[in-house]
């Protein structure tokens, strides 16, 4: 019996992830879900550059906007609503095609989640303050000590993949990457593609450091005044913009300072998305940029994705 295809559309920020989506969805007959940490959130619209009104009117759109950044929201819930956009999609004769650049709700969704208790908010507290003190460098020395594939995969500097790989060590009493090797992932029920889309280097920060500046002339500084007057939840507070904003509302930076801060951040997490899906052998990476149609690049995707 053929599965169903599941698609993701991946990338770094500000690629152009958005704009392919929507066409590319009318041409296979597909329902878009958001696969982006901060598009979850409600009234983070510019901040997390959701699909505009437009897009979401010529495409169906799941996941966006569904929970209070007020409340915390973790991968875990995120995979349970996945998972039942998937088979409302599917119901609907629609394909599924996931569309966004957080790699862990793409591994989270893809690969699936562990069956054994490895939470525990006190012990996660108690590592992130860990960090703070000695640094992650030598919370990774002590995960090269209990997990080494797991500290091989991840950065020195990835805090909070760190603490979360000791987390599970500390309640679990198995390494994550043990525990890994036993989760039951999409591909299971599902003919699951990952198409990536790359971009070089200086052409993608230049489209991060324009996007900023429209982020600013679509009044970013007046959606985080708003966001600041509430009490936001720890993933929600993390969203680029926030802090910087912040730092310009208080005095500490002028507009321009602002802008530019916001702009080097959001190069760094771009570096870091691809760092992340480089590492995924299953991504077929298809070139996209100025010089190259969206014509060309719909046909390569449609092209990959079929059989």
């Known amino acids: 019996?053929?599965?169903?295809?599941?698609?993701?559309?991946?990338?770094?920020?500000?690629?152009?992830?958005?704009?392919?989506?929507?066409?590319?969805?009318?041409?296979?007959?597909?329902q878009i879900i958001s696969c982006d940490s901060m598009q979850v959130?409600?009234?983070?619209?510019?901040l997390s550059s959701k699909p505009t009104a437009a897009q979401r009117a010529a495409v169906a759109h799941h996941l966006l906007g569904i929970v209070s950044p007020e409340d915390e929201f973790n991968v875990s819930e995120y995979r349970r609503r996945a998972l039942k956009?998937?088979?409302?999609?599917?119901?609907?004769?629609?394909?599924?095609?996931?569309?966004?650049g957080s790699g862990l709700y793409?591994?989270?969704?893809?690969?699936?989640i562990f069956e054994v208790k490895t939470e525990d908010p006190r012990v996660r507290a108690r590592l992130f303050k860990q960090a703070r003190e000695q640094g992650s460098a030598a919370l990774h020395a002590r995960l090269q000590e209990v997990d080494p594939?797991?500290?091989r995969k991840i950065?020195?500097?990835?805090?909070?993949?760190?603490?979360?790989?000791?987390?599970?060590?500390?309640?679990?009493?198995?390494?994550?990457?043990?525990?890994?090797?036993?989760?039951k992932g999409l591909d299971k029920?599902?003919?699951?593609?990952?198409?990536?889309?790359?971009?070089?280097?200086?052409?993608?920060?230049?489209?991060?450091?324009?996007?900023?500046?429209?982020?600013?002339?679509?009044?970013?500084?007046?959606?985080?005044?708003?966001?600041?007057?509430?009490?936001?939840?720890?993933?929600?507070a993390c969203a680029i913009g926030i802090q910087e904003v912040k730092s310009y509302l208080e005095g500490g930076l002028d507009e321009q300072g602002a802008k530019e801060l916001m702009q080097r951040n959001t190069r760094r997490y771009a570096r870091r998305q691809?760092?992340?899906?480089?590492?995924?052998?299953?991504?077929?990476?298809?070139?996209?940029?100025?010089?190259?149609?969206?014509?060309v690049i719909l046909q390569k995707i449609v092209k990959r994705n079929k059989s």
């Open 274 to 295: 691809m760092t992340w899906f480089r590492k995924d052998r299953r991504i077929v990476w298809v070139k996209v940029g100025p010089g190259i149609a969206k014509s």
């Open 106 to 112: 793409m591994s989270i969704v893809v690969d699936g």
């Open 149 to 151: 594939p797991a500290a």
């Open 41 to 46: 959130y409600k009234g983070m619209d510019i």
């Open 189 to 236: 029920e599902y003919d699951v593609r990952i198409i990536g889309l790359d971009m070089d280097r200086d052409i993608l920060y230049e489209r991060i450091n324009r996007r900023v500046e429209e982020m600013f002339d679509q009044g970013l500084v007046k959606e985080v005044k708003r966001l600041l007057k509430k009490k936001l939840s720890r993933t929600a």
């Open 1 to 30: 019996m053929k599965r169903a295809k599941v698609i993701f559309l991946v990338g770094p920020t500000a690629v152009g992830k958005t704009g392919l989506s929507i066409p590319l969805a009318k041409k296979i007959g597909a």
């Open 155 to 183: 950065h020195p500097n990835d805090t909070k993949r760190i603490v979360r790989a000791l987390e599970v060590f500390a309640v679990a009493g198995v390494p994550i990457s043990r525990l890994q090797q036993t989760r």
């Open 85 to 100: 956009a998937i088979k409302t999609i599917i119901n609907l004769g629609r394909i599924p095609l996931f569309v966004g």
